[in-house]
Each structure stands twice: as structure tokens, then as C-alpha cells.
């Protein structure tokens, strides 16, 4: 047998070992696990490959990565302070709009828990609008998030004011990131479509929106994708 296909056949084993949901009742989703295996387990996707978004020399490149019906990567995260409110500090780079908006109002980064994609990224059935986990897998900490915005072509690595400060990453008063180990991106492909959020329709105006339609989304995922089984 092709060492190669030894190598591959070994991998895909370990993945079906270990993503046999149960259909015990009591068992209990972990974000911050599902996390660890994706990017562990996950299929790198073709030409979404970009620079880690931080000041460290030498950090390695970020693949973005498919995984069970969900995309995902790990990267550091820079401060996004654009859209409608005012920023708690100065960013001469900020604008005043997002790429996800209504007709009338863009998302506020002081309130919307929001991450950002490369302008350039061409992943099948990813838009702004649809909803995700962000997760720090080092602290056991994960909150829902919405992609908002579009961001540097060859850069990956940001999320709002609002996505730092519930994760405490940082205190969101000063332009400083987190570029520390164990933070991963997860995003739902189509998941905007139940809300109709997306670029000049409608979007979430508070935090608890993000919270209440991204858990819905997760169990609708959990229970209509993947039983357990």
C-alpha cells in the first residue's frame, strides 16, 4: 500500500472516530472542542491561504479550512472599529461604513460582536451576514459572532470592539489586538439566509440578536445536519 494513501487513510480513520456523535441525550455540544478538532481535522480550502493579521516576525501562515459543513481558520485578531458608532480610541483607519448593512444603517462595532474576511476570499456559499462562533480555545471562552466586514486582501485576523471586549481579549479602549495562540474563527455557510441579513437588507442591532440567532443557528446544525450519529 502508497505510503501516502496509508498516511491519508489513517487521518480520515482518526476523523471518523472521533465524530461519532452519540445519541446519548445528555451529551452536550462543546464549541471549544469542535474548534481544537477543526483545525486539526479540517480540509484546507484551495487558494484561501493568507497572512496571519499581527505585528509578530515570522508567524505562519493562516489556511482557512472546511469541516463538517462549517469553515474556519485560526488566526491572531486586530481591532476593527468601523461602522456607525464612535470608536472608544483613535484608528486613523476607520470607516464609517461595514459591507454588511441595511438600506439605512451600518453595524456598530461598540455593540455588534462582528469578525472580518479578506475582501479577496472566494468560499463557496460564505457571505456577510452569516453567523459563527469565535472561540478561545486557551481559555475555554466562545462567543457567536456575524461576518460584518471585508478586510485586507492578503490579511486574516480581525473582529469588532465589541467581538474583543465579551471575549476579553482586550478592554477595547486602546488600538491593541491579541495575537496570542488559540483563537478560532467558525462560520456557518448560508446561515444569513434564515434572517435575511446580507449587503443592503437587514441586519442584527444588538448584541443579544447576534447571541439568540447564532445559538439557533448552532442547533439547527447540530439537529438537522449532524444527529449524533
Known sequence: MDFEFQKLKKKNDQKEKNFQFRKDPDFKFDPVMFAKDLIKYGDDIPGEC???NGSK????????KSFKG???????VQLDTDGSGEPPFKDPDRQNTTNLHSKSQHLDANKIPYIVLP???KIQDVLVGDLGILVDTEKG????????DKGPKTKIGEASVAAHRELGLTDGKKNRGYEEEGLVYIVFPK????????????????FEEVQKNGKEIL???????????
Open 50 to 52: 493568507y497572512n496571519n
Open 57 to 64: 516576525s515570522g508567524s505562519p501562515m493562516v489556511y482557512i
Open 70 to 76: 462549517v469553515i474556519g481558520w485560526e488566526s491572531f
Open 119 to 121: 475582501s479577496s476570499n
Open 141 to 148: 471562552k466562545y462567543i457567536f459572532v456575524i461576518y460584518g
Open 191 to 206: 446561515s444569513r439566509l434564515r434572517y435575511d441579513y446580507g449587503e443592503g437588507k437587514k441586519i442584527p442591532t444588538t
Open 219 to 229: 442547533d439547527r446544525y447540530l439537529c438537522e445536519e449532524y444527529q449524533f450519529k
